[in-house]
């Protein structure tokens, strides 16, 4: 309970925490930063680390002049693309391993088979989608490895994904971040990027809800 509060408290007031870290640590901050955005995509483990927040309010400090804006970009981008190969790395390595050890099934074949249909025919989408949504953004890429979806279509929408999910962030925060009425409650804004972030789950778990009401 008391991690879920610290990543809560991270979260809401994440200007002061990224002020003080910058402060601290100087020209390190861009590589704790690519670290942060390479787990965040790259590992299954930590869904929970700051993405859409952190590049927004990254080029807020940016447009101060506190930030390299160029290079900013450019060192994100390259965390979001190497973070979800070696997601996808992960998953197509320990994808039949899941399936099967020592000979004996773990899960059931048409799982692993609807997964490689279901990314046969929508992985370039959910790939590409998944990048701005928490969490899914997280396992899009390892699912995409079990389900084997092939590396060259994979790359191509994970490197357009990456480029537009961290320009659009970046820059919004570069453009807008700085506004006093944005400055004055950043704390709600990031709350509300993040909501506007998870809004698609919330859309599709009602729709299925909807499509699969509790038997009364």
Known sequence: MEIILHIYELFIHLDKHLGTLIHSYGSWIYLLVFMVIFCETGLV???????????????????????????????????????????????????IRLFYRKGRLLFKKE??????????????????LARFIPI???FAPFVAGIGTMAYPKFLIYNVTGAITWVLLFVM??????????????????????????CFPILIEYWRNRSRHPKEV
């Open 45 to 95: 483990i930590t869904p929970l680390l700051p993405g859409d927040s952190l590049l927004f309010a990254l080029g807020t400090f940016a447009a101060l002049g506190t930030l390299e804006v160029e290079l900013l970009v450019f060192i994100l981008t390259a965390a979001a693309i190497l973070g979800d190969t070696v997601n996808y790395t992960i998953g197509k390595w320990a994808g």
């Open 111 to 128: 799982y692993l088979i609807k997964t490689q249909h279901f990314y046969e025919c929508h992985g370039g989408k959910t790939i590409f």
């Open 136 to 138: 899914i953004r997280t």
């Open 172 to 197: 919004s925060g570069y453009f807008f971040g700085n506004i006093p009425q944005v400055k004055q409650n950043f704390s709600f804004v990031i709350m509300g990027i993040i909501f506007v972030s």
